[in-house]
C-alpha cells in the first residue's frame, strides 16, 4: 500500500473514531446568570464580592417581586431555621459556633435604581421571624413574561468553620451556597424555600462567570465548577483566576495550598470526552488512581444509562482532616469526596461517595428536580444508580471495624443494593417517602427513606420490570427531563410510557406510602401419604371397607403456607422444591393475607421459599422468606460454639486488666 | 551479694514450666471460664436454633456470617441483641465506650453485663486458689478450691479495687481526655497526627493499666507466699514489691502479652473455623478452640507463677547472700586426714 493511501486510510480511521464520540450537545438557554468578581480574605475567612445576576421571566405572569436565597445566613445564629431544625448537630457531629453569613451591601437594577430598601426578610416554609434565609425584593416595576432584567449587588460572605458542606478550615476553603442566588419562578409563584437541616437545593441554569482573586499561596491550587479560562497576577501579590460555565444552575469553587493537583481524563466511544482534576490531601495521594477510576465508572455507567455527561470539566475534591462536613457533596461539575487515611482496599470508601457525588452530575446537574420538595428524585434515584455502578465495577463493598481510628476490614460482604441500603428497615413506617424534605419525622428519618427506601423501591422495579426495561425508563425520563425539572410524576409517566403498562399501583405502594412489606413461610409440612379412615361408599353401601384404590396411596402430602405480615401487597412467586429436583413455583398476587399451597401423593417436600429470586427487595424480614421441612443444626451449632469460643476469650481479656 | 536477680525471661520461662507442671490449673480456669461463657450462649443457641434450622439461608451461615442475616435478626429481635453490638464496638473506637447506651442494654447485653460481675468474683476465686496451689509442691485441684476459698475475701477486695482502677483509668486516661481533646484534633492538619494523639490515649491507658496489673499481682502473690506477716505487712510488702522490681514484673508481663497476642495471631492465620461445610468439621472445630483457650490458659497459669517467682524467688532474689566459690585445688590429704 502506497504511504498516501496508508495516509488516507488513517485519517479515515481517524474520523471514523471522532465521529464515533459524543460531541458536546447543546447546553440549554440561560434563565439565571451570574457575572461574579470576588476577593477572598483568607485570614478574615470573608470573600468581598461584586454580582451582575441576569434573570429571565419564563412564566406567563408578571413578576413583582425577586426572591433571592442567602443560604449562608443559616449559620448567622441559633435562631436560624437550620440551627432549630438540627438542634447543633449534622453531618460531622456537633455544629462549631463558628459564624457564618452574606451581607448584600449595594442592591441596583438595570436602570440604576436602589433595591435595597424594598428588600425584606421572608420566612414562607415555618414563619421563623428570625430566619434570614431567603430575602423577598420589590422591584419599581413588575417584570414581564419573557422579559430579562439585570440587578447588580455588592455583598460580603462569611464564611463558617466547615461542618455543613461550606465553609474553612485553616487555609482549606470550600465557598459553595456562597452568593444571594435567585429563585425558581414558577408559573405558581416563586418556588424559594429557606435552608433547611435536612434539604438541598433547586434553582434555574445559567451561565457563570466568576473571577476569583486569591492570596498567591493559593497559586495553582483553585478548583470551580466550569473550565478555568484565565489565570493572572494582581495587585498586592495575589492571583487571579476565572472560570466559566454555560448550563448549570450553581457554581462553588475551593482553595488550598495542601492540594496536589492531578489531571485525567475520561474517554469513552460513544460518550463526551471529560478533563478530570483531582484536588486531593497529600495524606491521600496513594488513593488518587482511587478517585479517579471511580469517577471514570460512575461517568461510564451513569451515561451509558442517562445519556452522556455534557460538561468538558469534571473536578474532584479530597476535603482535609477535620473539614469532613465538606465531603459528600455536589456541585455542577464539582462535587467534594472523603476518604480515610487508612481506608482498606476492600472497603469502599472514596469509591462510593467519589461515584455517588459524581452521579448527582446526572440526577440533581442534568435533571434537576426540587430537591427541597422531592429529593428523593435526586438522592434515591443517584443511590439506585450508584449502586448499580458500584455493583459492576467492584462487585460486594466489605463491613470495616473502626479499631481506634484504623479501618480494619472483616471481610463480611456488604452485596448491592440489599445490604446497604437495610437500615431503611429500621425507619420504615416512620414517614411517606414522598414528602417535603424538611417535614420528616429526624433526620434519619429522612437520609434513610430518601435515599435507602428510593434505592430499593427502584431496584426492586428493576426486578419486575427487567434490567432493559428498567433502562428504558430511566433513559425516557432522562432524555425528556434533561435541563428541566422534572416531578415524580414525570418520572411515573416515563416508567408508564415505556414500559405501556401502568405502574401507578406499585408507586403508590411506594413512594407514597409508609407500608410495610413483608412476606414470610408460615408452615412448610410434609409426610408420607396414610390411607384415609372412616366410612367409605362400596357397592351402593356406606361401610368402614377401603377401597381398593385408596388403600395404598403413594408419596407425600405436603402443604404450605404462604402469609403476608406487612401492609403493602406486592406480587411474589413462590417456590416449592421438591426430591428429586422437582420444582413447582407460582406467582402470587399477593393481595390476600394468606395462600395455602397443597400437594398430595407427591415428591417430598424439601423447602418452600417465598419470592426466591429476591425480587421484593422491599420485604422487611427476608428471615422468614423459606422454610424447610427437615432440620439442619448445622450453622447454628457452629455459631454457637464460635460464640462459647469468643465468650471465653472475652472473659479472660477481661479480667486480663485486674 | 548478688544484686541481679531472676531476669523477666527466666521468671516466665520457670512459670510456664511450673504450669505445665500443674495442668489441672489451667482445667480448673477452663471449666469455670466454660461455664460463664454457658450461661450467656444458652439464650443465644437456642435462638440461633429457632432461626437457622429450618431456614433456606442456613446454607449461607455455615461457614460465613451474613451480613443481611444478621442485620435482620438485630432488628427483628431487639431483645435479643439490643444495642449490644454498638457498645462493643464502641469500646474499640476513638471516643470510647459511651456511658449512655449502658442502661440500654438488653437481652444478651444485659446478660454479659451480670457476667462481667460474676467473672469479678469467678477470677478473684480463682487467683487465690491459683497461687495457693504454686506454692505448694504437691497439690491438686483439691489445693486449688481450698486455697481459693480461703483467700476469697481479701482477694475480692483486692480484684474489686484493680477493676475500680482500671475502669478509672479507662474512663480518666482514654474517653475523657478523648472528650476534652476532640475539638482540638479536628483542627490538626492530618488525620495521621490525630491517630497519633489516640496511639498517646490508648498508650497512656495501656501504662496505667499494667501499673495496676502489676501492683494487684504483686499484692495478691505476697499475701500468699508471706503468710508469717500480718495482713496490712503482707499488703505493703505486695506494694514494695511491685515498686521494688518494676521492670522485671513488666518484663514478665509483657512476655505474657506477646505470647498471648502470638497465639491470637496464629489463631487468625490458620483460622481452623473457617471454610468448614461438612457436618463433621464440627468436632474438630469445638475441639481445636477449646484446645486453644487451653493453651492459652496454660500461659496465663505460667504467668502468675512467673510473678510469683519474679518477686519471692528463694534465696530471695535480692541481697542474698551467695557463698563464694570453693577453692579449686583442696588438698585430699586434708580430708583424709
Known amino acids: ?658 | 551479694v548478688n544484686r541481679s536477680g531472676p531476669r523477666a525471661l527466666a521468671c516466665f520461662l520457670r512459670g510456664l514450666q511450673m504450669s505445665l507442671s500443674k495442668p489441672y490449673l489451667a482445667v480448673a480456669l477452663w471449666l469455670i471460664q466454660l461455664l460463664i461463657a454457658s450461661v450467656l450462649i444458652l439464650p443465644i443457641g437456642n435462638s440461633l436454633h429457632a432461626e437457622l434450622d429450618r431456614s433456606p439461608m442456613a446454607e449461607r451461615m455455615v461457614a460465613n456470617p451474613d451480613y443481611g442475616w444478621w442485620e435482620t435478626i438485630r432488628r427483628t429481635h431487639p431483645d435479643l441483641l439490643g444495642n449490644f453490638p454498638d457498645v462493643a464496638t464502641g469500646l474499640l473506637s476513638p471516643k470510647g465506650l459511651r456511658w449512655s447506651e449502658l442502661p440500654g442494654l438488653r437481652g444478651i447485653g444485659a446478660t454479659a453485663f451480670s457476667l462481667v460481675l460474676l467473672a469479678l468474683v469467678a477470677h478473684a476465686f480463682a487467683l487465690g486458689g491459683m497461687l495457693g496451689a504454686l506454692r505448694e509442691p504437691s497439690s491438686s485441684l483439691v489445693t486449688f478450691g481450698r486455697e481459693g476459698m480461703r483467700r476469697m475475701p481479701a482477694f475480692l477486695i483486692f480484684t474489686l479495687a484493680a477493676f475500680a482502677a482500671a475502669f478509672a483509668a479507662y474512663r480518666w486516661i482514654f474517653v475523657e481526655a478523648g472528650a476534652a481533646l476532640a475539638e482540638r484534633v479536628k483542627d490538626l492538619h492530618t488525620e495521621q497526627a490525630a491517630l497519633a494523639v489516640t496511639a498517646v490515649r490508648l498508650a497512656g491507658l495501656l501504662l496505667a493499666l499494667a501499673a495496676i496489673k502489676i501492683l494487684a499481682d504483686s499484692v495478691r502473690a505476697v499475701w500468699v507466699t508471706r503468710p508469717d506477716l500480718p495482713p496490712v505487712s503482707r499488703f505493703f510488702f505486695g506494694v514494695g514489691g511491685a515498686f521494688g522490681r518494676p521492670l522485671r514484673l513488666l518484663g514478665v508481663l509483657l512476655l505474657y502479652a506477646a505470647s498471648t497476642t502470638g497465639l491470637y495471631v496464629l489463631w487468625l492465620v490458620l483460622d481452623p473455623s473457617a471454610g468448614g461445610e461438612a457436618r463433621f468439621a464440627l468436632v474438630p472445630l469445638i475441639l481445636s478452640q477449646q484446645v486453644f483457650v487451653f493453651v492459652r490458659l496454660l500461659v496465663k497459669v505460667g504467668y502468675y507463677a512467673g510473678i510469683s517467682e519474679a518477686l519471692t524467688r528463694t534465696p530471695s532474689p535480692e541481697y542474698s547472700y551467695v557463698a563464694p566459690d570453693a577453692p579449686a585445688s583442696r588438698s585430699p590429704s586434708l580430708d583424709g586426714g
Open chain 1, 1 to 658: 500500500m502506497s504511504p498516501a493511501k496508508v495516509r488516507a486510510l488513517a485519517l479515515a480511521l481517524l474520523g471514523a473514531a471522532a465521529a464515533a464520540r459524543v460531541r458536546a450537545e447543546p447546553l440549554p438557554p440561560a434563565v439565571a446568570s451570574y457575572q461574579i468578581t470576588c476577593r477572598l480574605d483568607a485570614d478574615k475567612k470573608i470573600v468581598e464580592a461584586t454580582e451582575v445576576l441576569t434573570w429571565k421571566n419564563t412564566t406567563s405572569r408578571a413578576a413583582a417581586t425577586l426572591r433571592l436565597h442567602l443560604y449562608l445566613n443559616a449559620f448567622r445564629n441559633t435562631l436560624s431555621t437550620f440551627w432549630r431544625e438540627s438542634r447543633g448537630e449534622h453531618r460531622d457531629g456537633r455544629i462549631p459556633e463558628s459564624w457564618g453569613s452574606i451581607e448584600i451591601l449595594r442592591m441596583t437594577g438595570s436602570d440604576g435604581a436602589d433595591l435595597l430598601p424594598g428588600m425584606r426578610y421572608i420566612s414562607p416554609d415555618d414563619g421563623n421571624p428570625h430566619d434570614r434565609t431567603v430575602a423577598e425584593v420589590v422591584l419599581p416595576r413588575p417584570v414581564a413574561p419573557g422579559e430579562t432584567i439585570s440587578v447588580a449587588m455588592d455583598f460580603v460572605s462569611r464564611l463558617p468553620r466547615v461542618s455543613v458542606r461550606t465553609g474553612y478550615k485553616d487555609d482549606f476553603f470550600l465557598v459553595a451556597q456562597w452568593f444571594p442566588k435567585i429563585g425558581v419562578l414558577q408559573e405558581r409563584g416563586w418556588n424559594c424555600h429557606q435552608y433547611h437541616a435536612s434539604s438541598e437545593f433547586f434553582s434555574d441554569f445559567g451561565d457563570y462567570d466568576v473571577s476569583i482573586d486569591v492570596p498567591a499561596r493559593f497559586r495553582g491550587k483553585v478548583g470551580a465548577t466550569g473550565r478555568r479560562v484565565d489565570e493572572r497576577e494582581t495587585s498586592g501579590g495575589r492571583v487571579l483566576y476565572r472560570f466559566k460555565q454555560n448550563g448549570v444552575h450553581d457554581f462553588t469553587w475551593t482553595a488550598d495550598p495542601d492540594y496536589l493537583v492531578i489531571q485525567d481524563s475520561f474517554r469513552e466511544a460513544g460518550l463526551a470526552d471529560v478533563d478530570l482534576i483531582l484536588l486531593v490531601q497529600p495524606e491521600h495521594e496513594s488513593q488518587a488512581e482511587r478517585y479517579l477510576r471511580a469517577a471514570r465508572a460512575a461517568l461510564s455507567g451513569y451515561g451509558r444509562i442517562l445519556g452522556a455527561y455534557p460538561y468538558p470539566t469534571l473536578t474532584i475534591v479530597d476535603p482535609p482532616w477535620g473539614a469532613r462536613g465538606a465531603g459528600g457533596m455536589e456541585y455542577p461539575t464539582l462535587v467534594t469526596g472523603g476518604t480515610s487515611w487508612s481506608a482498606p482496599s476492600s472497603v469502599q470508601r472514596p469509591e462510593a461517595v467519589t461515584v455517588h457525588e459524581t452521579g448527582h452530575q446526572f440526577f440533581y446537574g442534568l435533571i434537576a428536580s426540587n430537591e427541597f420538595e422531592e429529593a428523593w428524585l435526586d438522592e434515591g434515584f443517584n443511590t439506585y444508580m450508584t449502586d448499580r455502578v458500584l455493583a459492576s465495577t467492584y462487585g460486594p463493598n466489605h463491613v470495616s471495624l473502626d479499631v481506634f481510628g484504623l479501618h480494619v476490614p472483616l471481610g463480611i460482604e456488604i452485596r448491592y443494593p440489599l445490604d446497604p441500603n437495610r437500615r431503611y428497615f429500621e425507619v420504615a413506617d416512620w414517614d411517606v417517602l414522598a414528602s417535603a424534605s424538611w417535614k420528616f419525622r429526624n433526620r434519619e428519618s429522612y437520609s434513610r427513606q430518601i435515599y435507602s427506601k428510593t434505592a430499593l423501591t427502584l431496584a426492586t422495579l428493576e426486578r419486575l420490570m427487567g434490567t432493559p426495561a428498567m433502562n428504558r425508563a430511566l433513559r425516557l425520563y432522562a432524555d425528556r427531563w434533561r435541563f428541566r425539572h422534572p416531578t415524580t410524576r414525570d418520572f411515573i409517566a416515563a416508567v408508564n410510557d415505556s414500559t405501556g403498562r401502568n405502574w401507578n399501583w406499585f408507586f403508590d405502594r411506594t413512594f407514597f406510602s409508609s407500608g410495610i412489606v413483608d412476606y414470610a413461610v408460615a408452615e412448610a409440612e410434609t409426610e408420607p401419604a396414610r390411607p384415609p379412615r372412616g366410612l367409605f361408599e362400596q357397592d351402593g353401601r356406606l361401610g368402614p371397607t377401603l377401597p381398593a384404590a385408596l388403600a395404598k396411596p403413594r408419596g407425600w402430602d405436603s402443604r404450605v403456607t404462604v402469609v403476608r405480615r406487612g401492609d403493602v401487597p406486592m406480587p411474589v412467586d413462590v417456590l416449592l422444591r421438591f426430591e428429586g429436583g422437582h420444582v413447582y413455583r407460582s406467582r402470587w398476587n399477593g393481595e390476600a393475607r394468606w395462600k395455602r399451597f397443597r400437594v398430595a401423593g407427591g415428591p417430598r417436600l424439601i423447602e418452600a421459599i417465598v419470592d426466591p429470586d429476591e425480587k421484593i427487595l422491599l420485604d422487611a424480614d427476608r428471615t422468614n422468606n423459606g422454610l424447610e421441612t427437615r432440620d439442619d443444626l448445622r450453622a447454628a451449632t457452629r455459631w454457637s460454639a464460635r460464640a462459647v469460643f469468643w465468650v471465653q476469650n472475652m472473659i479472660d481479656f477481661m479480667t486480663v486488666a485486674w
